[in-house]
């Protein structure tokens, strides 16, 4: 079944400590995203990846890291995570945004920092 | 910079009534997409518009993309229980990054 998908769904953390939300697609897509969704506030790209070993900043990029070491994978790095980074998050998939659009969606990872 | 608004912000609808989604762009489109996210969902893509005047349909779901490539809609009619959830539009702000309307959120009243 073509998915992409997250983990961990849920996670509560605390201020300062270090952690990687996984991301994986099976349909061999080039382009992968990451998003976070907050009230009121929408859909907000974090970081994007074109290909392998080819990543840019979105529009929040600030306090995430990413990497695209293979083409299935694209973890979001929180090296020191903030409060302000409460959120659900969400890692997306296309197979060339530029010429087929469409977006696959993960199914989620809510993450509370304290 | 580029904008894409999306009114209204809430719709609250009775079963049955028709319910109307509209973003408007700053810039013209190449193309829209639009995306509906269920409550505690994911966003899941529901179609792309690319043709000015463009009118596309989905069983009750009716979609526009307007003759200057700056707006779009996305009309249901008769709405049920399943249409519940937040849809989205959003347009290509480059080669590799759309830009999202804030989403309209469809409330069915009880």
């Known amino acids: 079944e073509a998915q992409v998908t997250q983990n961990p769904r849920y996670l509560i953390t605390v201020t300062g400590k270090k952690l990687t939300v996984t991301c994986s697609q099976n349909?061999?897509?080039?382009?992968m995203s990451w998003y976070r969704q907050d009230p009121g506030l929408g859909l907000r790209q974090i970081y994007y990846?074109?290909?392998?070993?080819?990543?840019d900043k979105g529009d929040v990029p600030e306090g995430y890291k990413v990497s695209r070491k293979e083409k299935r994978n694209f973890p979001l790095i929180l090296e020191s995570p903030s409060p302000n980074q409460t959120s659900l998050y969400f890692c997306?998939?296309?197979?060339?945004?530029?010429?087929?659009?469409?977006?696959?969606f993960g199914e989620g990872s809510r993450l509370t920092v304290l | 910079g580029q904008q894409v608004m999306q009114i209204p912000q809430y719709q609250h609808v009775q079963e049955g009534e028709d319910f109307t989604t509209y973003c408007n762009s700053s810039t013209t489109l190449s193309n829209i997409q639009w995306y509906k996210q269920r409550p505690g969902g994911h966003p899941v893509f529901l179609i792309q518009l690319v043709k000015s005047g463009e009118v596309k349909k989905q069983k009750r779901l009716t979609f526009q993309f307007g003759e200057a490539k700056k707006n779009s809609s996305l009309h249901i009619t008769a709405t049920q229980t399943t249409d519940v959830g937040t849809y989205f539009c959003a347009g290509p702000k480059s080669n590799y990054q759309l830009i999202w309307g804030a989403g309209t959120k469809l409330i069915i009243k009880p």
């Open positions: 349909m061999n897509h080039e382009y």
């Open positions: 997306a998939s296309s197979l060339r945004l530029a010429i087929n659009g469409e977006l696959f």
């Open positions: 990846s074109m290909n392998v070993e080819v990543t």
